[in-house]
Structure formats: structure tokens, C-alpha cells
């Protein structure tokens, strides 16, 4: 018998290509085997909302956000089956979770980069090393920096004279 990442792999294959009906008795083979399988939970209530059984995905998103409470994506998902069944109000509580949610992941203050809050030297992100390198003594010319030459003294006799300059 496949192990169960391989079998969770293989209903998402059905889900994705729009095979629900199999996919939800996939799913729940895999639930069968592992009731706190948290992304089977999440792909039968996917699951039966895309056939429009939205009580029974609101059931099945319930049973995944009693696993992880504080997950994004159940109270996103819980949101959307509340708005398509009809519930406007506990589909904006669970959208307003979501939000929640999300702000939840990060911590982080404000600029600072992913990693930094870690004081575990194994667990922040891999820096790059600096490399040494010298200036030149002398940089080379750069023309388009100069100055222009001055201008040439007008000739002085014979032929037109170039107007004078506007004041």
C-alpha cells in the first residue's frame, strides 16, 4: 500500500484535473488511515466545494481549523464557503481570522529581514561572504566630466561677424 504522502499526491492529481468525485474518495481513505492529516482535511473541504456541497466543506473546514487554529488558510477557505452558502456575516469573521492569521506568521519588526530574529547561528540564512578587493590608486580620466576650452576670439576683419550674444 503507497504511503500516504504518495496517496495525498495522487488525489491533489484528481482534484487538479477537476476529478473531485474521486479525489474526496481519496481523501478520505487518507483520513480513514490518519484523521489529523491537516492537507487531506484541506482538500476534502476543497473538494466538496467545488461539487457544491458547501455545509459539507464547512463541516470538513471546521474539523482542519480544530487542527490548526491558527492557520491562514482554513479561516481563507472557511470564508469562502460561508460567502457561497450564504452566511455573509461568519464568512467576514473568517476572512477577518485570516487577516489575523496572516500577520501572525510575521513577527518580524518592521524592515527586518527573514532570519534575523533568530539568535540560533544554525537557523539564520546563509550570508554572503565579503570579498576584499583594492582601489586603484589613480582612477582614469573621464572626458565627459571636463571642462569645454574657451571659446575662440571672433575674427577680426573682413567677412559677417556672428551676432551678438542676447542680453
Known sequence: MPDLQDQFDDAMFDYSTGAYDTAISKFRRILESDPDHFDGRLGLAMSLYRL??????????????????????????????????????????????????????????????????????????????AQAFKLPEKFPDMPWKKKAAPSSPPPASGGPQPPPPAS
Open 52 to 129: 457544491g456541497d458547501y455545509p459539507g466543506a464547512i463541516v470538513e473546514g471546521h474539523k482542519a481549523e480544530k487542527l490548526k487554529p491558527n492557520e491562514q488558510l482554513v479561516h481563507t477557505n472557511l470564508s469562502l464557503f460561508y460567502m457561497k452558502s450564504g452566511d455573509k456575516q461568519t464568512a467576514e469573521k473568517h476572512g477577518l481570522q485570516a487577516r489575523i492569521a496572516s500577520w501572525k506568521g510575521n513577527m518580524a519588526a518592521p524592515g527586518a529581514k527573514p532570519g534575523e530574529e533568530s539568535d540560533d547561528p544554525e537557523l539564520r540564512m546563509a550570508q554572503p561572504k
